[in-house]
């Protein structure tokens, strides 16, 4: 209806399963490296979840693009089965000829188990998927599991792929289960998108439509964002409502009242705000085709997302802190806020032009280092000196609360202006910040609006120099996996050392991808050393 006024060459916001809106971001890459790795490992349970509509069927089908030669493939849709139909499903799937009438467990798993020790010997992957995984019974679960004992002495004969709603986790966690939990060999917790990816995402979509003009502001879609909660089927509906609202209005861009109305049309209710989760009727049909359109998915975590639009009753204790004395005339110590929430609001005694010098002062305060520009130049040379490193990208506040480290963050006025500030606590809901060269507590749902997704942190290689990284690192590994004597130094990386990377990778939610960057480092030294400067449990003083 409204493609001929914004010159669409087809509707941006479709749900047509059409492959030219596939827009993975980089959590979706991520998810999407787990379970490639858990495919071609050797292990049983590989795990997927996620809210509905952030992306898991997406990721499915990628994975399935990507599966290595000779992998055969079961898909089971409808996990609403007893232990008997669901293996008599699985011999459908695989093509396992089975006499009819049949209903014993016993000889449907005869043939799978024979089926599969075939498999084996002519070389052949069998991947077994199973969608909608929070719906099975918990005697199917154990069925499942019994699955994974039909082994080789080298390796499982029948891979399992279990897509679920967080409510998977907290079935797993379960004592009965407890077998079947410690054999997932990997898992990624799908997260909704951040601000900076639901721009991305909508950009994406215009842009395959045909039309590279903004018609969503910038302030729109951090509206659109807080409404949708980064959930992708939302940011779909919502979009596709507001362009045909403005096109009503005869308007060229969608403003933040028409999308608001959208919301409240969408939703059915007069709430302006969508909750995390998101009702499941929709129903699976319809989530695969709005994915297969394009949804993307973030952050890897084994925590459901938060919700945004809570309000804490205590707000955390600021912390006080004392502030360098340099030659820039910044002298006056950290004045302690009042302990309650107020808006990120630069303080007017203070240029906004200087947010940047204080907040470089006051993070590398936090490390008990002075920094003065004037003298030492650039913050991530002088870092270097340190024994310190920079490490800046653009994420999410679970992205920070994985890292755990304190950090300036880029933050926004009501009139677009930027400034920055530190953040150097972070809780459920809410935070706690340094404005120039005063302390606040904050709000999550206030930060979030401020903040656009760009960060920059300090992390310490403690290494003594570059020649004994690779020794650092195979010694900080051996202390994460218990060995309390780390042996010979180590002074190549080897293939030994990137399989033991790679699995402590796995294990703290990163790519396994066997590369030692500033993310992998970050986490081995929160594994290691307990003084560090943290937003989760910040530490005062000194550190290592």
């Known amino acids: 209806m409204y493609q001929e006024h914004f010159g669409f060459q087809e509707p941006p916001f479709s749900i047509a399963p059409d492959p030219r809106y596939l827009f993975m971001s980089e959590r979706h890459q991520e998810a999407l490296a787990h379970l490639l790795y858990g495919i071609r490992g050797q292990g049983g349970f590989i795990l997927l979840t996620g809210e509905v509509g952030t992306g898991k069927t997406t990721i499915c089908r990628c994975l399935l693009e990507q599966l290595p030669e000779q992998t055969e493939v079961a898909f089971l849709f409808n996990p609403k089965l007893t232990a008997a139909e669901l293996l008599a499903t699985i011999c459908d799937e695989f093509r396992i000829p089975c006499p009819d009438g049949i209903s014993s467990i016993k000889i449907f798993t005869d043939k799978i188990n024979a089926y599969l020790l075939e498999a084996h010997a002519e070389g052949r992957k069998t991947v077994l998927i199973i969608d909608e995984a929070q719906n099975l019974e918990a005697d199917v679960l154990e069925q499942i599991r019994l699955l994974t004992n039909l082994e080789t002495n080298q390796q499982k004969l029948l891979q399992i792929v279990m897509l679920g709603q967080p409510e998977l986790l907290e079935m797993l966690r379960r004592p009965e289960l407890r077998q079947l939990s410690q054999r997932i060999t990997a898992r990624y917790h799908l997260e909704p998108l951040t601000a900076a990816e639901t721009a991305a995402y ?124 340099d030659a820039s005339g910044v002298t006056e110590p950290l004045k302690k806020a009042s302990g309650e929430y107020a808006p990120l609001v630069w303080p007017s005694d203070i240029p906004a032009s200087r947010s940047e010098l204080f907040s470089y002062q006051n993070l590398f305060r936090l490390w008990g280092v002075e920094f003065d520009p004037l003298k030492q130049g650039s913050a991530c040379q002088f870092a270097r000196s340190r024994g310190l490193r920079c490490f800046s990208g653009t994420g999410s506040l679970r992205d920070l609360r994985h890292l755990d480290r304190p950090a300036i963050l880029t933050v926004y006025d009501d009139l677009g202006q930027e400034f920055f500030i530190v953040l150097t606590q972070l809780e459920s809901s809410s935070g706690v910040v340094v404005l120039g060269d005063r302390v606040q507590p904050v709000t999550e749902q206030e930060l979030v609006s401020r903040w ?51 699995r402590f990778q796995l294990a703290s939610g990163l790519v396994p991808d066997g590369i030692a960057g500033p993310r992998t480092l970050i986490q081995l030294n929160s594994r290691l050393y307990s003084d560090l400067p943290r937003l989760t449990n910040p530490v005062a003083g000194e550190t290592r």
Request: glycine share 10%.
């Open 452 to 502: 656009r997704g760009h960060y920059l942190l300090l992390w310490r290689l403690e290494s003594g120099d570059s020649g004994q990284e690779v020794d650092w690192l195979a010694r900080g590994l051996g202390l994460s996996e218990g060995r309390e004597t780390p042996g010979a130094a180590v002074v190549s990386f080897d293939d030994q050392l990137a399989d033991r990377l790679k």
């Open 202 to 325: 909508v950009r994406h979509r215009l842009n395959v439509a045909g039309v590279s003009r903004p018609l969503f502001p910038q302030s729109v879609v951090h509206t659109l964002f807080r409404l949708s909660d980064g959930i992708p089927r939302l940011i779909n509906l919502l979009c596709d409502r507001a362009l045909l609202g403005t096109y009503v209005q005869d308007q060229e861009k969608v403003d933040r009242k028409t999308l608001v109305k959208a919301a409240k049309e969408v939703k059915g209710t007069g709430h302006e705000k969508f909750p995390a989760s998101i009702s499941r009727a929709a129903g699976w049909v319809l989530g695969l085709l709005l994915l297969i359109g394009g949804s993307v998915a973030v952050t890897g975590s084994l925590t459901r997302p938060t919700d945004r639009t809570s309000t804490p009753s205590n707000p955390p204790a600021a912390t006080e802190l004392s502030h360098p004395s």
